[in-house]
């Protein structure tokens, strides 16, 4: 089943680019930039990268952050990704990434995406992947906040398929920010949302609603509310589930308890992605891997898994962003090969 799972053209559309950041780049661009890390050694670091809870995280990755400041680095960073992203057998992949976070260390955004896009440029080259580009809200911020990153974001259009809103849900619920989601509709970028994470499934509904999302990131706990199920599988909406984060983040004590299951069984459009990589325990292979052995799947389920993905990616914005149609097909074909 190992080569089997290897095999299979991965999507991923859950992805945020600083969470890939691995102890040895995070040091190694401190150590180049005079930065001074609460860590001596290496192993400090990746004994850092062992938390208990989303607050502990995210006060780590925000730490992390600190050492991309120029151009270079946000095109290290996701060129180290797609690199690792290659050999997991991923073909297409959306970056998500944080502007406020970077523009608040006075980082500016034609910094961040001039990095972060010639990386995805040269990975087509390289690495056989396309990819795009969703820049997110942070929740943690306030809605004025949200709404300067809106306008900043403008003259940068063409470069990204849509947006998105991380970060902490408790406290912080989808409607906070109805203003620049509804302008964001209205310029046509896609639009998703993380809810149904640490959230309640509330929070899935009012993103739907309110928001206008296309996809919900995590949503898994919509099964606390059957009619939001029913019409999650009605509508075909995509929810990117993220297994090793769930696990570590203690959405689920361990991968046997998790409920991609019954989320199959409800009929819903599921896809499989690694979210933070680089913290949660590996990337789309090693969660490909992981839940096999804890759950089981079939070959027929990981075909659909992985069909949902491809049909799920935001079409083609810019050119060499997005996923194009000849590049849908392309993707369909390999996984009808990957069929005994």
Request: net charge negative; hydrophobic share 45%; proline share 5%.
């Amino acid at each position: 089943m190992h080569d089997f799972l290897a095999r299979l053209p991965k999507v991923e559309l859950h992805l945020h680019i600083e969470g890939s950041l691995t102890p040895a780049l995070m040091f190694e661009l401190a150590a180049e930039q005079g930065i001074a890390l609460p860590y001596a050694t290496l192993e400090e670091v990746e004994a850092a990268y062992d938390f208990a809870d989303l607050p502990a995280f995210l006060a780590l990755y925000y730490q992390g952050m600190g050492v991309l400041n120029d151009e270079s680095h946000f095109y290290r960073l996701a060129q180290d990704y797609f690199r690792r992203a290659s050999a997991d057998g991923v073909k297409h992949l959306e970056l998500f990434f944080d502007p406020q976070a970077h523009l608040s260390r006075g980082v500016s955004l034609a910094t961040q995406f001039a990095g972060l896009e010639r990386a995805c440029r040269e990975a087509v080259k390289e690495f056989d992947i396309t990819s795009a580009l969703v820049p997110s809200f942070l929740r943690c911020h306030s809605a004025e906040s949200a709404r300067e990153l809106f306008d900043a974001l403008i003259p940068f259009e063409s470069r990204f398929v849509g947006v998105g809103l991380d970060s902490a849900e408790i406290g912080n619920p989808p409607e906070k920010f109805t203003e620049v989601f509804q302008l964001a509709g209205e310029r046509g970028w896609h639009r998703v949302a993380h809810a149904g994470e640490e959230g309640p499934a509330a929070y899935i509904r009012t993103a739907l609603e309110v928001l206008g999302v296309e996809r919900i990131d995590h949503g898994v706990r919509c099964l606390e509310d059957p009619a939001l199920v029913a019409e999650l599988a009605e509508r075909r909406i995509p929810l990117t589930v993220c297994p090793l984060s769930n696990v570590a983040l203690k959405v689920v004590e361990r991968m046997d308890d998790h409920p991609l299951p019954k989320l199959i069984e409800a009929g819903l459009n599921i896809t499989l992605n690694s979210d933070d990589p680089a913290y949660f325990g590996g990337g789309m292979l090693d969660n490909f891997i992981a839940v096999q052995q804890a759950l089981d799947l079939s070959e027929a389920q990981w075909i659909t898994l992985c069909r949902n993905a491809i049909d799920a990616a935001f079409p083609q914005r810019a050119e060499g962003l997005g996923m194009s149609d000849t590049r849908r097909d392309v993707l369909l074909a390999q996984l009808d090969s990957c069929v005994a």
